[in-house]
């Protein structure tokens, strides 16, 4: 599949701060999905992306697939200890390959 | 309620045995996936299956097999081929390969295994 590479690799924060992850490919992406793992856990789906431009909210967390579909965003507004872990984005391959291809992650800490 | 459970939770071998994970769903889905965890290098894919009694390789599939002999079960055996087999291992599935791109996966809560 399509590689996609997610910056920053670690993310720091301070509690109650705002931080944004990406996740960018050099190819168009057909949709974009995230996920989040807990430490210790299993990874989880939050949502997808399918349109250019996309905005969808869930709570503090707004995720964003960019205009030309080469990129997509995760923002966190007031980040809580609860945000601990690691997001992943992943994208479907190109046409007849609908496996899903993960980025390596950003793992987020959160300091009280 | 459904999900997808894998067990054991940890694992430890010695060095030059095969080992088995198991991995069994009740959410009635007809794909399912086997992928490696290892730190810094997120989820890669072993080998997934579409429906029953078929499977493909995925991106790291050597020193690895699995069957797909009923829909709710994809057992994983590491082999003494795999040179490096200590890694957090994920079961997924989804309601079917194509489905996959609406619907995302549904993971396992994943099998430890370490060989010393």
């Known amino acids: 599949g399509q590689q996609v590479m997610q910056i920053p690799q670690y993310q720091h924060v301070q509690e109650g701060e705002d931080f944004t992850t990406y996740c960018n490919s050099s190819?168009?992406?057909?949709?974009i999905q995230w996920y989040k793992q807990r430490p210790g856990g299993h990874p989880v789906f939050l949502i997808q992306l399918v349109k250019s431009g996309e905005v969808k909210k869930q709570k503090r967390l707004t995720f964003q697939f960019g205009e030309a579909k080469k990129n997509s965003s995760l923002h966190i507004t007031a980040t809580q200890t609860t945000d601990v872990g690691t997001y992943f984005c992943a994208n479907v391959g190109g046409s007849n390959d609908y496996k899903l291809s993960f980025g390596a992650g950003t793992t987020v800490t959160v300091r009280a | 309620d459904g999900g997808i459970t894998q067990s054991p939770k940890y694992l430890f071998r010695k060095e030059g045995q095969n080992v088995t994970l198991s991995c069994e769903q009740n959410l009635n889905h007809d794909a399912m996936y086997w992928y490696r965890q290892d730190p810094g290098q997120g989820l890669r894919l072993i080998y997934y299956?579409?429906?029953?009694?078929?499977?493909q390789k995925g991106d790291i599939a050597e020193g690895y097999s699995v069957s797909r002999e009923k829909k709710e079960s994809f057992p994983l055996t590491v082999t003494s081929a795999q040179k490096n087999p200590t890694a957090f291992y994920l079961c997924?599935?989804?309601?079917?390969?194509?489905?996959?791109?609406?619907?995302?996966?549904?993971f396992g809560s994943g099998t430890r295994l370490t060989v010393v």
């Open positions: 997924a599935s989804s309601i079917s390969l194509i489905g996959a791109s609406w619907f995302g996966y549904t």
């Open positions: 190819t168009t992406l057909s949709n």
């Open positions: 299956s579409q429906i029953v009694n078929d499977f």
